[in-house]
């Protein structure tokens, strides 16, 4: 005997489905409000004009006992995540998507052994395949929340890595750590000592399965321009003119891929930048180290083209940095346009474009 399944026992056509929908608007166009309501009171929006017709009847009590059950929270919606056929513009890879600037409190091991904790600014990100909507943003916070309290290193971060890149079923990602670190220093000749502070960034990526670490560094410092300083000493040589050379602040990034399993430390980095241009900008300052910084100044005057190779020459001794990039801005006194250079060693920052903006993010706020 042959049993045959009823229509019903069987999933509606989309065809089906809109024949349905189209008699239920039918409906409820010549239906009275009374009659939608004991149906359905969603039911009214579907007539065209009507769409938000019931707002005004819908309940403005925040329910403070509702709790979301497995059931409930099967229904909601959710577009960010949805089908390819939600997809809008070019159905295209995305190299970059995630959250940016998501802050938290986390703790950093300083080079003596010591740990201390810092407002740190995150960014986080994966790549998107080109049939996928979305992703969830929140995952990256929550995977990253996992390991916020732990002391962070390069491992840490790679587990972290790990983790949001598991939970969103991505081939690629990325994270970014932004925060400003205290070092101690002393003035050139007073004895005093204050907090200059480093604007520091830890990098974690990941592309095609070959990971890569990279820090990065603003460090602040004066630039005395050699040939003002030379016009300057011709007028007092030969006039006996008083004549001063124009210095300004100057900035540097540096951004290194570390390549050892040696740690390179943030004080590390710092001090290869103080070697290459020791000119660095002073915290404490009494009568004795605003001479000391002149005669300092004096000492080691330089162009923007000279910096970007002094730092270049610094880093180059160190075995455990790889690729890298040096970003000079000479921020100038005598014009009112800057003086830039831009320095790379290896693949890993070449770059035949420049960011718009680029220069204008190398300032020093105090």
């Known amino acids: 005997m ?8 069987r999933p509606m056509t989309r065809e089906e489905a809109k024949d349905a929908l189209d008699k239920l608007r039918a409906w409820a166009s010549a239906a009275n409000p009374t009659e939608i309501a004991e149906l359905d009171p969603a039911v009214a929006r579907l007539i065209p004009g009507n769409e938000v017709s019931n707002y005004p009847d819908l309940s403005r009590d925040y329910p403070e006992d509702f709790t979301v059950d497995p059931d409930y929270k099967a229904t909601l919606p959710d577009l960010q995540n949805g089908p390819t056929s939600l997809i809008k513009g070019a159905k295209k890879q ?30 986080g990100t994966v790549s998107l395949e080109e049939d996928k909507k979305g992703i969830n943003m929140s995952r990256i916070m929550r ?36 925060f400003r670190y205290p070092m ?10 204050g907090y200059q502070y480093y604007d520091l960034a830890m990098e974690k990526v990941e592309i095609g399965g070959q990971p890569m670490k990279i820090m990065h560094l603003d460090y602040v410092y004066s630039s005395t321009c ?22 300004q ?14 740690r390179l430390w943030f004080e590390d980095l710092i001090d290869m930048a103080r070697r290459a241009v020791p000119t660095e900008t002073q915290v404490m300052v009494k009568r ?14 330089i162009f923007v083209e000279d910096a970007a190779r002094l730092f270049c020459r610094e880093l180059q001794q160190d075995e455990r940095i790889g690729d890298f990039r040096v970003i000079a801005s000479h921020q100038e006194s005598l014009h009112s346009h800057d003086a830039v250079s831009i320095l790379t060693e290896g693949d890993t920052f070449v770059s035949g474009s420049i960011d718009p903006k680029l220069f204008t993010t190398l300032f020093h706020v105090g």
């Open 249 to 262: 602040r100057s900035v540097a990034r540096i951004s290194v891929v570390t390549k050892s399993i040696q």
């Open 143 to 178: 995977s990253f929340y996992k390991h916020a309290e732990k002391t962070f290193s390069f491992e840490v971060l790679e587990h972290a890595l790990a983790d949001y890149k598991a939970d969103l079923d991505s081939f690629d990602a990325r994270i970014q750590m932004r």
């Open 226 to 247: 050699p040939c003002s300083l030379e016009l300057s000493e011709h007028a007092r040589q030969f006039r006996g003119q008083l004549a001063t050379p124009h210095s």
């Open 288 to 301: 004795e180290d605003e001479q000391a910084f002149a005669e300092l100044n004096a000492a080691n005057p």
């Open 184 to 193: 101690k220093i002393p003035s050139l000749r007073s004895g005093l000592e």
């Open 94 to 123: 995305i190299q970059h998507v995630g959250i940016s600037n998501f802050r938290l409190p986390i703790s950093y091991r300083t080079r003596d052994g010591g740990d201390v904790t810092l407002e740190t600014s995150v960014t």
């Open 2 to 9: 042959n049993i045959q399944s009823s229509k019903s026992d």
